[in-house]
């Protein structure tokens, strides 16, 4: 069993360390509000007084907080970075590829070895094995942090020595969930108003899971060999489907803003020529249009 420190106790954190105890890992936590850590306690985990003193008990350390930016707050406090030097730091927070890139560069100048992980999983989830985790980083460091890596997700993928491209899969999935979590949002709104049983719309929604698996995986296939020509549905057919739920949502006096937002995306596609196109050449327009803002 291994030496391991974990640093942050919320959620995911939590869940994280208390994996590790289960697994009989000799854990090390610290979080910011050091009550998250009682339950921890009792079950065996040792609460450490500061984070160079987490950082220092293990080999390795994990950390899981907020962001990138609440990472950098914890590890360059104090003595923290000194204590890093020689040690393995996975990062498991979630955040952009060029905040991974950037945390790579810095703790390589602190002389950290550093891997940067994403989870695909709920906390629940955490130590079994529908937990995935996708991470980036020196393959010998992924080989060294296997046994406690392994103790976290059953799904364990090294993406390749790239630091950035664990943070890479995870923008990408989370946008995949956005329009996920938002479209079921705006159907339960519709089924509320319709007086429809959300738990039913659940259900059969549910039902269609394998369909929607096999559309996601042939989405894949068509945007990587540009074969969007001769869909089973047009563009223009879902196009216009969906800009008749601005209708209903006027009818049923429900927001409009989801259907608004999603027929505008389509609208654009088809005036640009992709109409008779799949779905999924959306992304053609995306393409030529470029960002229209400053990011946040
Ligand atoms: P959470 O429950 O809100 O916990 C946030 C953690 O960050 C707490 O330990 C908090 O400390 C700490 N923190 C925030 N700002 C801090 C600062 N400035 N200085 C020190 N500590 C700070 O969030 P979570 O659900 O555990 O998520 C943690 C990470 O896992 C996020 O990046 C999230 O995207 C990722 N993740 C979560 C899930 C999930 O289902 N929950 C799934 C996949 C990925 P305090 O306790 O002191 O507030």
Redesign the pocket.
Known sequence: MEQVTVI???????ALAAALVRAGHRVTVW???AA?ADALIAAGARLASDPETAIAASPITIV????Y??TS??LTSDAAPAALGGRTLVQ????TPRQAREMSAWAAETGARYLDG??????RQIGGPEAAMFLAGSAAVFEEAKPVLKSLAGGLTHLGEEPGIAAAYFSAGLAYLAGHWIGFAHGAHIAEAEGIDVNALGEMLGGFAPVLGEDLRHMGRVVAQGAFAEPESALKTAGNDIARLIDQAADAGISDAFPRFAAGLFQEAIRAGHGAEEHVAIIRTMRDQGPRQPAP
Do not use: H, Q, Y
Request: aromatic share 6%.
């Open positions: 942050g106790l919320g959620e995911m954190g939590g979080n910011r509000t998250r899981c907080v907020s962001d930016t609440a707050a914890i498991l927070s979630s955040g994403k989870i695909f999983a709920w906390p």
